[in-house]
């Protein structure tokens, strides 16, 4: 089934949901089919459906764009933890979470999918004696992908958008492209979002919609805040993404532990979303 142009979306983890029937129920109240989903790991927020899950994901009928890995271990109670933990960083854990990696693949193929999107991990400077290791390890990662047909979509954040170009340059492979999240480079305090997606635009494969506000102290997170109510100006991000060709969907992602506002937050999300397409 092929999803329209621009379809407001959002992010499974987005709900805090626990279960496939769940997503379905809270998908219904707030009016919205399109869906990017989270792989869930076994070992790291698993689905209760477990290794069911793909099969009651494609029978409650979801139009789902991708799928999204996180790996167990990830910690991103402040910058510089998520930056020990995050993505394929850690040297000791690579061959571990290519395995998981492996396996999320596996399950994007068997719900019909062929984009994942992840986090590679903060990339290193290219002086850095670590960048050929990281490097290396991205480029399995991309061909275990590419043996399956699959799109593997990096999210950003931790970088600014010169070296993640300047990354998927020496990566060289033609199968990698960039989930944009605008509010990520916000939260990491990185680059300005719209000037951004422009220099990034001919590699975007996925959006994520958020808002976000900088730091105001070097180090410390942003601060995540709900749709329009943040600095990444969301009429202007939709008219960016117009203006570089985008045509894949809008999936709002609120990274919040209480449901409640979750869902409030998302439904505002919804809104101000159509006000930006024209829809309202």
Not at 77 to 105: C, M, N, S, V, Y
Not at 226 to 236: E, F, M, R, S, Y
Request: contains cysteine.
């Amino acid at each position: 089934m092929t999803i329209p142009p621009l379809s407001i979306g959002l992010c499974s983890w987005a709900l805090n949901v626990k279960s496939i029937k769940e997503l379905r129920k809270l998908c219904d109240q707030l009016g919205v089919n399109v869906i990017q989903i989270a792989c869930g790991d076994p070992f790291h927020a698993a689905w209760e459906e477990g290794e069911k899950m793909p099969e009651a994901a494609l029978a409650a009928g979801f139009q789902m764009t991708g799928t999204m890995l996180g790996f167990p271990g990830e910690d991103y109670t402040t910058p510089q933890t998520i930056h020990a933990t995050g993505g394929f960083g850690p040297k000791h854990l690579r061959q571990e979470r290519l395995d998981r990696f492996a396996w999320a693949l596996d399950r994007t193929k068997k719900l019909g999918l062929v984009d994942i999107m992840f986090h590679a991990g903060f990339v290193p400077e290219m002086n850095d004696a670590d960048f050929q290791p990281f490097l290396a390890t991205l480029r399995k990662a991309a061909d275990l992908a590419q043996e399956r047909g699959i799109i593997c979509a990096l999210e950003t954040g931790q970088e600014s958008s010169d070296h993640l170009l300047a990354f998927a340059k020496e990566l060289a492979r033609p199968n990698v492209r960039i989930n944009f999240d605008p509010a990520n480079l916000l939260l990491y305090d990185r680059d300005d979002p719209l000037p951004a997606l422009k220099k990034v635009g001919h590699l975007v494969q996925s959006v994520h919609v958020k808002d976000a506000i900088r730091p105001t102290k070097p180090g410390d997170w942003g601060t995540e805040v709900p749709l329009g109510q943040g600095k990444v100006n969301i009429t202007a991000f939709v008219k960016t993404l117009k203006e570089i060709g985008y045509s894949g969907s809008l999936c709002i992602e609120r990274c919040i532990s209480d449901q409640q506002v979750a869902i409030r937050d998302v439904a505002h999300g919804i809104a101000v979303l159509k006000a930006a397409l024209g829809e309202n």
